[in-house]
């Protein structure tokens, strides 16, 4: 088996809707697929979906996705500003690679890296 890389990050929501629209804003774009069982994003060749469920209990535990940003600091500070909650705040990990982590307002983990070996494209 080989893994070819990220194409996937899925998040369980209790409100599609508002869901919808604080990643649009996160993000800087609407979304590409828009139902009521999934809403899915395209973001620099990856997918963030979201679909509805109420009955999650604590999502923290079981998976880490980390997405490229350019700066942390005011990537980090964004989602704070947006309502997102802090998990950890951005630090260095080695080689120049920063890492923070919050939790979206569905308590979903969300990380975002700042990798300066890894390439960058937009939308």
């Known amino acids: 088996m080989k893994l070819l890389g990220l194409r996937t990050a899925i998040y369980k929501v209790d409100d ?13 774009f609407a979304p590409y697929f828009d139902e009521s069982f999934y809403v899915g994003f395209s973001v620099a060749g990856f997918e963030l979906g979201l679909i509805p469920d109420t009955h999650s209990g604590n999502k923290s535990d079981s998976v880490s996705t980390y997405w490229g940003v350019e700066n942390i600091d005011s990537s980090y500070q964004r989602l704070l500003e947006l ?41």
């Open 16 to 28: 599609l809707a508002k869901a919808k629209e604080w990643y649009a804003q996160v993000l800087g």
């Open 83 to 123: 309502g997102a909650t802090t998990l950890e705040a951005p630090n260095e990990v080695g080689g120049g690679i920063w890492v923070a982590m919050v939790n979206d307002p569905w308590d979903n983990p969300f990380g975002i890296i700042y990798n300066p070996y890894f390439g960058t494209s937009a939308q």
